[in-house]
C-alpha cells in the first residue's frame, strides 16, 4: 500500500469513492483496499458491508481474497445469493450444501442472509448438519429472506420449518397464512415463538389474515421490538368492528410503537386509516397501496376522509409512498389540486425539493400493455406520491404521473400537468418517454409544452425510447427558447448510440447556465466518415460532464476492420475548448475499453501511430471535469425486438479527468 497518493486521489473525498466502489466487484473491492490510503477506508467499507454472490464464480472469487490468512473473514455481516429475477440458466444452482459449509466455516458474524430460490434449493437448509451448523457457528444471525415474489406451497413450508428452527434469534419473519402455520397452533401461536422479531410481513394466501382485524390479534402475540409492519387490509365491509373495542394500555404501547408500515387495501377502506391515525401515532414511514383504486367508484365519505384526515397524516411525514391512484382526466381536477396541494406542503423542512414524474407510454408489446382497452386507458392516467430524505436535510417530494398517450388525449395529458403546475412549481422534472416508440414526431413539440409551462426548474431529466433513431431529436432548429434556471440536464437514451448532429448544439443554446451534463448510453452525433462520437456542445460552460462510453466500446466490435482483444481495445478522448473567436485549447487521451484507464497524449504524431481506432470528440466552451463510465457486461436478449441490452451494475467501472 502506498503512503501517498497522487494529488488526484486526495481530491476526491471518501464518501465519492465509495460510491464507485459500490459497483465494483468483490474481489475488485478487494485489491483495492490495497492502492493506498485514501482507498482503504471507503473499498473496504464497500467490500464488508453487503456481499452479493451471483455464480459459482462470483462464489470463487469472493473466496480468494481470503487465502493470505488475513482476518477480514470475521467482518462480514451480510450475504445476498442470487436475486429474485436470477434465471436458473445463469445461475445454475449457485450453491450445493458443501458451499453453504463453507460459508458457515468462514464467515462466523454473518447476520442476515438473502436467498433467491432460483439460486439455491431451499432444502438444503432443512438437512440437519446444515441447520446444526447455522445453530452452532452462526450465533449472531438474525435475518434469513428469501428474496422470492412467488412461492410454491412446497416452499413455503420448508421456509417456515426454517424459520422455526432459527426462531430464537429471527428478527424478521413473513408470515404466510399456510397450512404449516395452522399445524403450529395458529398464526397468533407461531409468531409468539419469535422472541426477538421486529420486522413482520403477513402473506394471506388462503383469506384468513387479509384484513386489519384479523391482524390484530396476531400483533398482540409479537413481543414488545415490533417496529415494521407489513400487511393488507380488504373491502371495507369487513372491518365495520375495528374501531368499536376499547385498547388496552399495553395493545396502545405495542401499536404506538410501530415506526414503518405498508399496507395494501383492495380499495380505500376508511375504518382502517382512522384506526391508523388514532393507535400508528410513533408511524415515521408509511407506504400505502391498493389492488384498484378509481376516484370515480368513491363515495363522498371516501374522498373526503383520503383528502383530510388520511393525506394530513402522510404527507406529516418526512417518508412515505402511495401507490397509484386512478384519476379520470378534467372531473376529477379539483380533486386533483387537494391531493397535491397537501403533498406539496412539507412542514419543518428548509429545503425541499419539488419533483414531478412524467411517464408516456402507448400500445407497444415490449411494454406488455394491454392494446384492447386502448380507449379506455386514455381516459384517465394514475398518480402515485413519493417523499424521501436526500442528503444534507434535504427533502424530496415526487408527484408521479403516468399516461397512457393515444395522441388524441394530448390536450387531456398537457391540461392535467397545467393543473398540477399551477399549485406549486417544480424544482426538477422527469420525462420519462420511454414507451413512446410509435410516437416518436410527437416528442419534440410535447417537451417543448411541458417545459413551457415549468419555467422555473433547475433540474431536467429525459429519457428516450430504446428505438429511438439517430434522425430524431427533442429540439427543433426553428424554436430559439431559452430556459436559463436550468443547471443540471441527463439525456438517457434507450438503446440509441447517436443522436441527430444539431441536437447538442441546440442544448447548449437552450441551457445558458447548464452546470451539470450527464448522458447515459450514448456518446453524441455518430460521425461515420471520421470514426468519430460528436459531443458538440458550443456555448457550454460545465463543471462536470458525465458520459458514459459503453456505446463507443459496442461500436468498436461493428466498424473496426482489426480484430482486437478486449484488454488492448481503447478510444481517443478529444477535448476541444473553444477560447474565443479565433482560439482553441486541445487536449488528447487514450482511454481503454476494459477498465477506462486515461493516458495523455502529449503530440498528435502519437495519436497517428495508434493504429485504427474510434474517437470521441468534445467541443466545448469550458469544461472542469469529465466522468466517464463504462459497462463491461453486455448482454442481448435476443427474444426482444428491438434487441434489449442488459447490464451488470457490478460491472461497471469509471474513471474522472480533470481540466482545471
Known sequence: MTKEPNNTICSIPPEIWQVIFSHLSARNNYECQRVCKSWYVPARRAFLDHVVLKSRYDLEEFLRCFTDGNTLNESIKKFTIGYAYTMPSRAGLLLQSEAIHTLIDRFPNVQELTVSVNCIDLENFTQPHIMSA??????SLSVFRVNQILLSTEKIRIYLQTMHHLRQRMTELALYDHDYVTEMGGASRFVSMFPQLRHLKIIPQQGNIDSFSDCLPILAHCGHHLESL???SKKEDE?????????????KQKLAHIKMLKLTMTSFCTNTIHFIIENLVGLQKMTVGFVYANLSDWTETQKTVFTSDFLSYLCARHEYFLRPLTINYKEDDAYLVQILSRHTTASNVSKVDLHTRLVLYNNNTQFGYDYNNAIANSSKFSLQLLSN???YGKLQRTSYFTHFYTGNNARDILDTFKVAASIKQATSLTLDLGGMCIFLDSIPRLVYQFLKMVPHINTLSIVWPRSYSEN????WPEDTVQYPHVTSLELTAGLASWVDM???PLVSSMFPALAYLSMQLFSGYWHEASQAFVINLPQSKLTRLHLDATPVRIQSGNVLKEQITFADAFFVLKVTQLLNNTSTHESYYRVSL????VTRINRLEEQAQMGEHLTVHIIIKEIQHLNLYLSQEIYEQQQEKPILLSMDPQKKVQTSISFL
Do not use: A
Not at 134 to 139: G, Q, S, Y
Not at 239 to 251: F, I
Not at 594 to 597: A, G, R, V
Open 472 to 475: 430524431n431529436s427533442f429540439v
Open 134 to 139: 447455522i445453530l452452532e457457528k452462526w450465533t
Open 389 to 391: 430524505k436526500l442528503q
Open 594 to 597: 476494459d477498465y477506462l484507464e
Open 239 to 251: 372491518d365495520q368492528g375495528l374501531l368499536q373495542r376499547d385498547r388496552s394500555p399495553e395493545e
Open 502 to 504: 444539431s441536437m447538442l
Open 230 to 232: 407489513d400487511l393488507h
